[in-house]
């Protein structure tokens, strides 16, 4: 019987665990705790903001790890199973310059007191989670193959 031989361990590794943080923190901490007694809208806003760019570092770091030992090394840099890599890097990368920047002058305004017309890019950054996850999930898939 022989085992089981994993190419890069270290970056499949990197990839289940950044799915999980973004699993955990994206679908599920940053509607939970408004449901937590006491956290009104100002501190859940609060909460959010330091979660979610704690998050943001994380995923760069993951991201980092994945790139050195996958993507760089490599021969071919830009195959199909590399595609599931460079997508949820790019929506990093959009999350990091604009959304976060954004959704966070949103919520100081909010804490603020501030009405604000109706925003859809919160649910561009739901979306943009889901499609990362996805990718994620193909690459980690690709990684066991």
């Not at 925003?119 to 999930?137: P, R």
Request: charged letters at 10%.
């Amino acid at each position: 019987m022989s085992g089981l031989s994993i190419a890069h361990p270290l970056a499949l590794m990197s990839t289940f665990v950044w799915m999980g943080f973004v699993g955990a923190i994206s679908f599920m901490e940053s509607w939970v705790k408004f449901k937590a007694p006491n956290v009104d809208l100002s501190v859940g806003l609060g909460i959010g903001r330091l979660v979610f760019r704690a998050l943001n570092y994380v995923e760069w770091g993951l991201a980092l790890i994945i790139a050195f030992s996958v993507v760089l090394p490599g021969d071919a840099i830009f195959t199909p199973e590399n595609l599931t890599y460079f997508i949820p890097l790019a929506i990093i990368a959009l999350q990091s310059f604009w959304m976060l920047p954004v959704l966070n002058q949103r919520a100081t305004k909010v804490i603020a007191g501030e009405q604000l017309p109706k925003s859809y890019l919160h649910f561009y950054y739901v979306g943009a989670e889901m499609i990362k996850m996805t990718c994620l999930l193909l690459f980690g898939w690709a990684l066991l193959n």
